[in-house]
């Protein structure tokens, strides 16, 4: 695929490297000469430095022949103008705006074909506290992703010794669970992936991801690790984006308190959020932490735009007796080396954004993508259409399957008749063996290494007698 | 050999400098778009992206048949193009696309489109019907080729 994105900047680059590495051919357009040199040396792409939003500046980045466009600059106004000169002078199929202000999704008209063209807009910032909102909900859980309109979770949780399935085998699950259904898509021990089988034995420490329907995670969870206390007072680090965000979506269901180093942001932030503690400080004092009763705290996030600083923090307040903490950290090295060690979930708001991104790139009708374990591993949620002839995925049985190894479907998700596309989705059906797959089905699949993905789209591709 | 109503000289490219599938698409809506009275290229482009999306229709050997059901046809439309040089067409064998045909087909498709969709494929299967394809220097010659079987 080609693909033109604008900007270099956090979100710019990372998904730069996340989709380099595949077979695309990537054009990045700054302003910045520096970040385009740093990108270039790293990867293989080519850049141009310019105004993104110029039509010659796109013309020079192959806008005639792109596929896709990924406009991610700082402004939303750029990646607005960008996406409409895209679409008036080189018809580039699809386009993607990162709009941070929700003045513009508020009015969703101003998106269509008429006014900016924008087939798809996102706002990483809001990924990453939705995401970081499902953390604080599920207090057990590593993840918690959403597929098929929220029908269906994906969740990731580190099973502990007295958990009532760990030491027996992945099939005993329907036995302790007879009235629910739920699949154990993989198993990561000490970092390794392992295919699950019937009688695979789960091992205390292991990191299960499991797909339920969205109601029955919990009784899940509760068979891997015994029920945690759920969250109740939160302490943010960090009155950024994300934080201010965070606080302002979590403070009518948990006592929330905000710490920011800048005495005017805080002061502004205590005015707009009226129902957390706003405190001016730093997060990494450890008086201040002492004194905001720090022990008390289920759950500390340190989310300021300072890996370092971030990672000083949350390590001081696990010391400190927080319950769980949480860093935010940019720098991928910095999260490998964290994860599961002292900081109980490291998290790189790229990786958690760079799906919404991947659901466009993936061949087929895909309708949503989460990048799992930094990158490694993927689930995805296909549309499947067609018939027996067409295609190889419909009218076939889950075993019939000829998948690779390494790639489980986990959950599959029909609608309520084939007659009335666009009603919202309804049945959710767990896979096993024996579950016929029907067209215009959502089938979710995770797959353990992301080596696999091209062989999978491949798979769920419909023939060429597909009209 | 062909109807006139499904493929003629004014619906082919010979020789076109294209880079992309994308632009490739484009030409061939542009050409099936021609003088048609209710069919517009943005439309006819989008139907076709749309339908590569659910799987290319890269046969292989640098032949591809990107199709697609659209309303504003009442019978099938074909249009062909033979690009200077190979487009990187996601085909299954990987090869660059030079040779490309077009179909439009209208929204109830029918064993009809089935057979003549099978019958390019075959018809392009043949290793000596690419290779005239290939020499052939103007739309009237790549049109003879077509209609040879």
Known sequence: MKIIILGAGQVGSSVAESLVSESNEINVVDTDVGLLRQLQDRLDLRTVVGNAALPSVLRQ????????????????????????????????????????????????????????????SICPEQIVTDYLLKLIEYPEALQVLKFAEGLVSLVAARTVPGGPLVGKPVSDLRQHLPQIDARIAAIYRRDQPIVPEGDTLIEAGDEVFYLAATRDIRRVMSELRHRDQPTRRILIAGGGNIGSRLAGAAQDRYQVKLIELDELRAKGLGATLDRTLVLHGDATDEKLLA???????DFFLALTNDDENNIMAALLAKSLGARRVLALINRRAYADLLQ?????????????????????VRRGDVAAVHSLRRGAAEALEFVVHGDRSTSKVVGRRICELDLPRGATIGAVVRGPSPDTPGAPLGQVLIAHGDTLIEPEDHVIIFIAHKELVPKVERYFQVGLAFF | MFSPDLINEARIGCGLEIASKKRLLEMLADLLAGDHPRLHTESIFERLLERERLGSTGLGHGIALPHARIREVTQVQ????????????????GEPVDLAFALLVPEAANEEHLRLLAHLASLFSDPSIRAQLREADSPAALLRVLNSR
């Open chain 1, 291 to 297: 004194a905001e009763n720090i022990d008390e705290m």
């Open chain 1, 340 to 360: 599961a060690d002292r900081i109980d979930i490291a998290i790189s708001p790229a990786q958690i954004s760079i799906g919404s991104l991947l659901a466009h």
């Open chain 2, 78 to 93: 074909g249009a062909f193009v033979k690009t200077a040089s190979g487009v990187d067409y996601d085909a299954a064998d």
């Open chain 1, 61 to 120: 980045a192959g806008a005639e022949d792109a596929d896709l466009l990924i406009a991610v600059t700082q402004s939303d106004q750029t990646n607005l103008c960008a996406c409409r000169t895209a679409e008036t002078l080189f018809k580039i199929p699809t386009k993607i705006a990162r709009l941070r202000s929700s003045d513009y999704t508020q009015h969703p008209e101003l998106l269509d074909n008429k006014n900016f063209c924008v087939d798809f």
